[in-house]
């Protein structure tokens, strides 16, 4: 019986590292994400999309629905293809678009998909619940790159920023307070989890967003990108800043938090707080900068 029970342990141990080998396996098996915080973007932001989707080998994806400029879907078109790659394919879908054939055709070889800035719930409303939605989340897995600027950096996470406030003190004063029960969100993408994004941040001031959806949620870690730089979140969830503005990481997981007895308020002790610039590496599963100095 000890033999037997032996070798049903070794049965367990050998099942359970092939899982864990099986895990590894499909973390490595990930796309590159590339999320930018808004403005203009640096010539270093675009070589990386463009190498990352293959150059003249590549096909790249642009999603334009989240502005409201009409001519956004061709002009990046011509942006790209000036950057070299090979095929750039607009997907002007609507919701209903979303889950036809036709569409899901036009994302056939993809090795990159770029989503415009604008609204993001302009952008999910197209996308949520859709068949192209469910493809986009299987190219990533696949090893695309998934690129966003502003609004198309938003809808990369789980918990996405919907850019309204419950709350505003006035109708030209947003963000004022830090205070729970404030910040809207919606379901975004889901390819970064546990993350929650915000751009333009450093430019627009909006710390208070941010500080407050952190406190009120404290698995969630905050990742705040200025206008002309992105991080490039790697397929060992580790992430590298790019480009010319500082990236803030607030980290509440291990602070101490409360929200007042009477009222909205939230407290906070312990807040980690990181201020990263170009070629600062951070690991998002340990929540621990690597390395906060310019690439050697």
Known sequence: MAAVRRLRLLALAAALAAGCASAAFAQ??????????????????NTLIARLAGGAAGTLLVFPQASAVADTGPDLATEFRALGLGRVVV??????????????????????????????????????????????RALYRDGAVIA???????????????????RPLTKDQDWQTIEADNVVTAPGLGLLDDVVVDQHFVRRRRHNRLISLVLEQPALLGVAIDEETATWVKPDRTFEVVGN?????????GATTA???????????????HVLRAGAVYDLRSRTVQRNAPTP
């Open 259 to 273: 929200r007042d007895a009477a009222g909205p308020g939230l407290r906070g002790s312990d807040l980690r707080l």
């Open 28 to 45: 490595a098996d990930r796309g590159h994400l590339v999320v930018i915080g808004g403005g203009t973007r640096p010539a270093s932001v």
């Open 148 to 166: 966003g600027t502003s609004a198309g950096a938003a809808v990369l996470s789980r918990v996405m920023i919907t850019g309204d406030e419950q």
């Open 245 to 253: 503005g500082p990236v803030l990481v607030f980290d509440a997981k």
């Open 91 to 136: 997907i002007a879908a609507d919701h209903a678009g979303a889950d036809t054939e036709a569409v899901l055709q036009q994302t056939a070889g993809a090795t990159g998909v770029y989503f415009a800035g604008g609204d993001q719930n302009r952008l999910m409303a197209v996308l949520r619940g859709t068949k192209l939605e469910t493809r986009l």
